[in-house]
């Protein structure tokens, strides 16, 4: 069923607009529930809804990569350079060494769509899930978009996003920089000490249960 979200999402964000990307994850949620409650949830077909999704993502990856504007990265080459060096040494950096202590199972194929998403679109970090999960084998996709229904609202082109420039235009820099890093504290340190513990034995009980390895079983989660 939470192919529903991922497919219609995806149909969305290929037209490069989060607005309606939040959309179709809300409608998606509200079609489960509504076919749940009704019966009739067997009358959706995962196989189906998965080729959809498919289909939705390799039009979202082409449509995104014929969207770059080289001649803007040329005139800006020099901040782009400094931007594009910090922003991948900051992101490699919590990947590797965040995602396998707060997330259990498949911690490398469900962390790398959010690498991905922080290293620039939404449609990066689909294109990296793709590469490591072509055949959509772990809750990945699944994951991220249940995700997508709590950051879209806000980020990634939504109510924060909307009113960065406004905010800094009017109070400067340094109080929305501020408050970022606040959230930015809060979200890590509640990783690590809430929902660490949690995963941490989920994985022990999947290893323990004898189920096959992932990427999260050779991590050093220590």
Known sequence: M?????????QCM????????AS??????????VATKLGVAHVIDPQIMLRIQGWALDFLIVAAIGTLSLQAIGENIGA??????????????????????????YWFERGIGDFGQSMGVTATGLILMRIVDPDAQSP???????????????????????????????TGVWPLFITMLVVFLV???????YFRPREMKERAEWKKAGKPEDESDTATAS
């Open 187 to 193: 979200a890590v340190l509640s990783g690590l000490l």
């Open 140 to 170: 990945a996709f699944e994951a991220f978009g249940y995700k997508q229904l709590v950051f879209e609202p806000f980020f990634g082109g939504g109510l924060v996003t909307a009113m960065a420039v406004p905010i800094i235009f009017l």
């Open 24 to 33: 179709a994850l809300l409608g998606g949620v509200i079609v489960q529930v």
């Open 14 to 21: 290929s037209n490069h607009r989060p607005r309606c990307s």
């Open 2 to 10: 939470g192919s529903t979200i991922t497919a219609t999402s995806y």
């Open 80 to 105: 782009f350079t400094i931007l594009a060096v910090a922003g991948i040494l900051v992101n490699v950096g919590i990947f590797l060494w965040l995602a396998p202590r707060i997330i259990g199972r």
